[in-house]
Nanobody, 123 residues
């Protein structure tokens, strides 16, 4: 069992930056492909970014490419999402998730989820 806890969300203005953190307990994150998802009101949960367990290969959604960066520190069992140039359309609850798959962009392949952290971007 892996427990994931997100932090770092908040209310910011358009153009600002935020860094989200996902801390894990129970097991090392090095065994999992890690992903960030987000869900805006009235919309489905969508993949934002993912990072592989060994080489740190990343994948980023087109909507945030060039603005968001995912990284991981297996020693500290933490995954980060650095967000720059935030836009109002980035407003959502952001979730951290862990998958036993080699790589995954679909939420169906993720085994563990955090509770989420709210990010609100004002115009």
């Amino acid at each position: 069992q892996v427990q994931l806890v997100e932090s770092g969300g908040g209310l910011v203005q358009a153009g600002d930056s935020l860094r989200l953190s996902c801390a894990a307990s129970g097991r090392t994150l090095s065994n999992y492909y890690m992903g960030w998802f987000r869900q805006a009101p009235g919309k489905e949960r969508e993949f934002v970014a993912g990072i592989s367990r060994v080489f740190g290969t990343t994948r980023t959604a087109d909507s945030v490419k060039g603005r968001f960066t995912i990284s991981r520190d297996n020693a500290k069992t933490t995954v980060y999402l650095q967000m720059h140039s935030l836009k109002p359309e980035d407003t959502a609850v952001y979730y951290c998730a862990a998958s036993v798959a080699t790589a995954a962009t679909s939420s169906a392949y993720y085994n563990y989820w955090g509770q989420g952290t709210q990010v609100t971007v004002s115009s």
